[in-house]
């Protein structure tokens, strides 16, 4: 299983390139915020929707970016597929901008979370195995809201949901499409191969890593944590040693 994943993934990448330029830009950018309830922590799940709007678009700063969209406009009437975007462990909603302007102008409504505790902001759960398993729960509470409640909901087209993920968000996305995730599988492979760099004794990610995936996670594995309404995923420099077995 975990193999039909890897090799599923490259492949989908340029599935999804070649058809977002089947269609030039037609259309403008529409963006706006949206928070989710999330019950578990008694919190919100942020983020930012991008999606195609027949409104003006115009050079708009937005914190320290600047991007050209018709902020809070009228989304355009019709089915359209729906892209997640899931970012890197203590990073931003805000990181795949570019792509998400460029699927919107294409048709796509584009949707960037803000994982709770594990961005950068606040990175309270970063390094815990509660992270991996919360994950992809938020993702999946934001769809909910994206098709249930949200004014967006009767313009998304649900038999064509994907994800992106980078890093972390890699994992999310691969999660949320099937692969099980064995969250010893770092510390397994480490103690197995000492002399690869990944596993080195230096400081950073690699040292973070290993902490992470200790002798006392070996075997810990997480339940299944996949949505059956994610039907592609786009991996970039996923965490895929996780599903390694």
């Known amino acids: 299983m975990h193999r039909f994943f890897w090799i599923l993934a490259i492949p989908l990448l340029f599935v999804c390139t070649a058809r977002a330029q089947e269609t030039l830009s037609a259309y403008s950018v529409g963006v706006s915020r949206f ?13 930012v929707v991008w999606y195609p709007t027949d409104e003006k678009a115009t050079e708009t ?24 975007i899931s970012h890197g462990s203590g990073g931003s909603h805000m990181a795949h901008r570019d792509t998400a302007i460029f699927l919107a102008a294409r048709g796509y409504v584009v949707v960037a979370l803000l994982h709770p505790r594990n961005n950068f902001l606040d990175d309270a759960d970063g390094g815990s195995r509660a ?26 087209d649900s038999s064509r949901i ?48 290993r902490g ?18 994610v039907r592609a995923v786009v991996l970039l420099a996923p965490m895929g040693v996780i599903f390694g077995g």
């Open 35 to 47: 928070s989710v309830p999330y019950k578990p922590t008694d919190s919100e799940i942020p983020g």
């Open 61 to 84: 700063e937005w914190g320290p970016f600047r991007m050209r969209v018709a902020r809070d406009s009228r989304i355009i009437t019709g089915k359209h597929p729906l892209i997640v």
């Open 131 to 156: 992270n991996w398993i919360n994950r992809p729960h938020h993702v999946s509470v934001v769809l909910d809201w994206l098709l249930k409640q949200s004014a967006y909901a009767s313009c998304i």
């Open 162 to 209: 994907g994800g992106i993920g980078h890093s972390a968000g890699g994992y999310t996305a691969l999660a949320l499409a099937g692969g099980i995730p064995d969250l010893g599988a770092i510390g397994r492979y480490c103690t197995a191969h000492s002399d690869v760099a990944f596993c080195g004794s230096g400081g950073g990610i690699v040292s973070w890593l």
């Open 212 to 229: 992470l995936f200790a002798d006392n996670w070996h075997g810990a594995q997480a339940e299944d944590l996949r949505d059956a309404r």
